[in-house]
């Protein structure tokens, strides 16, 4: 595999309805696989909304072992469609919620979770941090990552999926503001410039869907966009008001190629952890052990 088509869903979720949710998630992937998406990522908590009300979502999460309407929804389409399918949802695990994110091969079958790592502000409050770590999985080819939302803030998080051989890290997002001084009214607000700087740093394709509107008093920002290992927006920041399903096509071999940039000029082989590795108590990535729901 080398050229892949990436679908972004910038979508207005319904609160808390799961049915409905379900119905405009499906109706966004048959136009994103309608355009010749194979890889359509949708944004964070796609299933029921960006709500943070404990009991509600309680009620509405499901679990990877016995999907319910969003994740089944999400499977048969991902099966219909022949696509990937990359969605965030509320997990139960036990009697733990877990802001997470599925991973559908284009088979239908689970292909691995992500779940998030780094609680946003009153997500704590709700769900528990994530314990899976940082996995990639290989469907069809193609070495995925995934990450939610303020993972970006972190530059760990990239920097491990990229020495983990990410082709592609797929971002669901509901951007807020909350971490910036201020958002700028222009295209170019803190949360997009983060994913430049790590496209670019990391040599690494970056697929962020946001949501927009608002719901549970906070108003979502937009600004999709898709992140080419040079830091280069390869389509949007899009609309930060209107919903959107966009397609655009890449070279995977971009980001082989953004790897070395010249004699002397390759920054993941040019890391000097001899030096800093002992400050940090750093071990390479590499050599850690695969975890649940991908390889290293």
Known sequence: MSRLSIGLVQLECAPLDVA???????????????????????????????VLEPAELAARAESTDSPGPVLGTWAREARALAITVVGGFVERAGDRLYNSVAVFGPDGDLAGVYRKLHLFGREREVFAPGDLGLPVVEVGGLRLGALVCYDLRFPETVRILALRDADVIAVPTAWVAGFDAAVPEGPRIGQVDAALVHGNLNSVFLACADQVGAAGGFTFLGRSLLVDPYGRAVVGPLDPKEPAVVVVSIDLADARAARHRGPGISPLEDRRTDVYGDLLGYRDPATVPSLPGGTP
């Open 20 to 50: 409905e949710n379900a119905v405009r998630t499906a109706a966004a992937l048959r136009s994103a696989a309608g355009q010749g998406a194979s890889l359509v990522v949708l944004p964070e908590l796609a299933a029921t909304g960006y």
